[in-house]
DNA sequence: ATTAAATTAGGAATTATTCCTAATTTTAGA
DNA sequence: TCTAAAATTAGGAATAATTCCTAATTTAAT
């Protein structure tokens, strides 16, 4: 199969019970608590490798760390410009949408069901508020 | 007015002027050109009060550096997941997306206008088949 | 079993970006 | 216009995240 190592399957499994969109250095934190020979860059090379098998997504972020979702089922992520909080949400791209990107990009790309929509999350409204 | 420094006009000015998605350091290259004497600092600085701004956008990156992009109208970005190519496409967000939404998250946050859809250019699915 | 290919740990190196400081420029008010 | 306060600058040091390097080990294939 695809995963081999015994510290490939760990971080995966790690990386699948974790619901927070954790980032690389907050994945490697429980890796090592479960096998703490595990290196870093054990950690980042096999998130990169499970990225590209597609097992798990990267979220890039405005600032800060990269952060990482497994791909439990279809659903996207809105992101706070502000703070960088993640949410999720369920939507698949409708097909007009996909035929409108289509056609404005002569079908130069694939769409792959990953979208990132901005925003700014109400603590972060609130306190530019205040100011 | 918001810009009252001689740099950060000659900064803003080259980013409106490059329509090619830069970096950073791209951008520093180009206002190097203008005015040798912009140190590298003050563009990062000025780029995020831009950012801040709301005058120029940021495309965080799956890798490698983050982009810019001045707003001259709204426009949303695809971009490759393999090797970073950015597109632009136009779209609204519809108000039945911003529905459901706004439903999902109960109102929690704001959107900001500001998309990025994932997808693999037709030059790296190519070059995927290849292999 | 044997060999080739893949992976690892650990740390060094790299890269992009932010931070620091003293000097300069800009702004706002009298 | 003059003056004081606030903002900004250049230049380089510092930081932080990630990638790279190497010899040793593990895994896979025959």
């Not at 490697?28 to 290196?39: A, F, L, N, R, T």
């Not at 035929?99 to 792959?112: A, D, G, P, R, W």
């Amino acid at each position: 199969m695809n995963n081999y190592s015994k510290q490939r399957e760990i971080i995966l499994n790690v990386i699948k019970d974790m619901h927070t969109h954790p980032t690389a250095e907050e994945i490697y934190e429980k890796v090592h608590d479960v096998d703490e020979k595990i290196s870093k860059s054990t950690v980042y090379r096999n998130i990169n490798i499970l990225v590209d098998n597609g097992k798990i997504r990267k979220i890039s972020m405005p600032s800060g760390s990269d952060r990482y979702d497994y791909f439990h089922k279809i659903h996207n992520h809105i992101v706070c410009e502000k703070c960088g909080k993640v949410f999720d949400f369920n939507f698949e791209i409708p097909k007009e949408l996909r035929e409108v990107i289509n056609s404005q990009l002569h079908n130069k790309i694939t769409l792959t069901d990953n979208i990132k929509i901005n925003g700014i999350c109400n603590d972060c409204m609130d306190s530019s508020k205040i100011k």
